[in-house]
């Protein structure tokens, strides 16, 4: 069965010294507890080694918050998959609206990127979302699905490697979260997109998390729903105790 996941997004904030003691707070929080998710801090290239230093690896997860499509070379100032992973790293958040909006990644890039994750061993957080003019218009599931379907040229045992995230764009830092219904809709409805290509089996097994604006004080509603299997938080995951609030939302 597919996992719950709460996974902390901390974008580009903390210096080194603030991130490693973030990520330590988090691992003494949640040393000695039964908790009923995986937990995964992606942090700051920058952050990663020292951060994979303070944490416990079967506490937490440890990610990246993007990689080059690229495998190595020329490509000043790019980061790629085998050196996140050889930080010890697990994960990588890919496609995430920031890098879409402000990075221009399109699906061709993010497919690349895709494949350099699972070359190399790392697990990636596959973003999707409408903005909010989609949401009004009333097309955000054919924009939605059609995200989902940038992946769709992976064998299924690649896909099976994938935890989509369903983040809203206008719920994204802006305290407007998706009502539970809104999140469950969308859930249910990538679950079917990915049901349609890959079956029954994956698509039941493909954990999808919700990220836009999610709190200790909605977590658990949002999270209750069926087809939500944890979420991407930003904004709440840069306080070590209001992520926890979170991962306890999972009780
Ligand atoms: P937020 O960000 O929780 O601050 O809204 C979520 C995200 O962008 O992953």
Redesign the pocket.
Known sequence: MRKNIVAG?W?MNTTLDEGVELANDINTLLKGKKVNCDVIICVPFTHLTSVNAVIEPELIGLGAENCSEHDKGAYTGEVSASMVKSTGATHVILG???RRQYFGENNEQLLAKTHQALTNGLKPIF?VGEVLEERENGTYNDVVKSQVEALFSLTPEEFSKIVI?Y?PVW????GKTATAEQAEDMHAHIRKVVEEKYGNEIAENTSILY????KPSNAKEIFSKPNVDGG??????LQADSFMGIIEAFD
């Not at 990220?211 to 999610?214: A, D, I, K, L, T």
């Open positions: 997004n974008k995430h609206s920031e973003c995230a983040e719920a994204i830092g802006t990220g836009g604006s999610c991407l938080i930003g904004g709440a995951a």
